[in-house]
């Protein structure tokens, strides 16, 4: 019989089962290492079109989890593309619970989860604070593409444009044409041949 070797064995389900059985004692919040990221693409009509969801390792340090700005770019640049469509980015939210475990009772009565939906820039790092674990499945990161809108807008000003640009070398010509002879000179010659008449009139 042939015994096929697996990897080892994940029992982080079974850490996670301990604490929830415990949970009075797992109230410190603690250091997130990953989050789920879902891109969410949209059509004109503001339908959606397909989500994909992925998880994200985090970055840490004594300060706490982070995404660096750097890596927010390339999230961007690498899933701006949907079968053969280009789309635009519209917005990145970001949902975090940081709650402290005195308000866990309060949690469901008061707040409601848009109190935790943030938006993001990527210009700056995004820090992920600290949470109570059973907060931490529920961390996300959303990435909102939508298909750019046609935009006529841009072809009437190249339209207006080329149209002033074709009028203004007609006026360029047309001011050539009537000073190709300067009017000084015309009055010069004439004025010598006046003088020349002048002095062979008395012989």
Not at 34 to 41: A, G, H, T, V
Not at 47 to 60: A, M, V
Request: with cysteine; charged share 25%.
């Amino acid at each position: 019989m042939e015994i096929l070797q697996t990897d080892t064995l994940d029992t982080s389900w079974f850490d996670e089962y301990d604490k929830l059985l415990n949970l009075q004692n797992y109230f410190q919040k603690e250091k997130l290492q990953s989050i789920d990221i879902k891109f969410f693409y949209i059509d004109n009509t503001n339908h959606i079109q397909s989500i994909i969801c992925e998880k994200y390792n985090l970055h840490s340090d004594l300060s706490g989890s982070f995404i660096l700005k750097d890596d927010l770019l390339k999230l961007i640049q690498n899933n701006k593309h949907r079968n053969n469509i280009k789309y635009k980015l519209e917005d990145i939210l970001f949902f975090h619970i940081p709650i402290e475990h005195q308000q866990i009772s309060d949690f469901n009565k008061d707040q409601t989860t848009s109190d935790f939906l943030k938006p993001v820039s990527f210009f700056d790092n995004l820090q992920i604070p600290n949470s109570i674990f059973i907060f931490h499945p529920l961390t996300s990161l959303y990435f909102f593409f939508k298909i750019p809108s046609t935009d006529n807008h841009n072809f009437t000003i190249k339209s207006i444009l080329k149209k002033s640009s074709s009028s203004s070398q007609q006026g360029k010509t047309k001011k050539v044409q009537i000073n190709e002879k300067p009017f000084f000179q015309e009055k010069k010659k004439s004025k010598h041949k006046k003088t020349k008449k002048k002095y062979t009139s008395p012989k």
